[in-house]
């Protein structure tokens, strides 16, 4: 019986990848990454397997490129929402900590309530949620061959030169 369970599972998924197509995909927002290190900012992407077409978000006209120019295309994708909350609010709670344990010019303790804890804490994660909500988030779409790691992003090279020698360390950013 288990044989034959992963028998239909095995069959379902080699059925399942013959049957995807490359359809073409259209994007309202998208930052396009060339190979000449140029980033645009496009609008109506559209991706076929050969070329994307766009338009720029700062002109009006079509423009068309191959995809073997681009390196990289990525979309957004939600927004950091809840990491903002988390991060503010754990900030927040280790100031009014710091707060806490801080002594007057006298030098006693000034004892807070929990109601100040809650509070700062509250009041972090509601900002942090405020600057959250505007830092998208952004999902790669297209992965060229170069950054697909066929080509390393690293590279030493050692030259001498009469009594002189150089090493040089190429990073790929």
């Known amino acids: 019986m288990k044989y034959a369970v992963f028998t239909v599972i095995i069959f379902t998924m080699i059925f399942k990848g013959m049957a995807q197509s490359n359809t073409t995909g259209s994007y309202p927002k998208a930052k396009v990454y060339l190979q000449d290190h140029r980033i645009l900012n496009v609008k109506d992407l559209e991706i076929t397997q050969t070329d994307a077409s766009f338009i720029e978000s700062?002109?009006?006209?079509?423009?068309?490129?191959?995809?073997?120019?681009?390196?990289?295309?990525?979309?957004?994708?939600?927004?950091?929402?809840?990491?903002?909350?988390?991060?503010?609010?754990?900030?927040m709670a280790l100031a009014s900590l710091i707060i806490d344990l801080d002594t007057d010019y006298l030098g006693r303790p000034r004892e807070k309530d929990a109601g100040f804890y809650l509070g700062m804490t509250g009041g972090g994660a509601i900002l942090g949620a405020l600057v959250g909500v505007f830092v998208p988030k952004w999902k790669p779409l297209y992965l060229g061959k170069a950054s697909a790691g066929l080509r390393p992003s690293i590279q030493f090279g050692f030259l001498t030169k009469e009594s002189f020698s150089n090493i040089k360390i190429t990073l790929k950013i």
């Open 58 to 91: 700062d002109g009006d006209t079509k423009q068309t490129i191959a995809v073997d120019k681009i390196d990289l295309i990525k979309i957004p994708k939600g927004n950091y929402l809840w990491e903002g909350a988390l991060f503010g609010a754990g900030t």
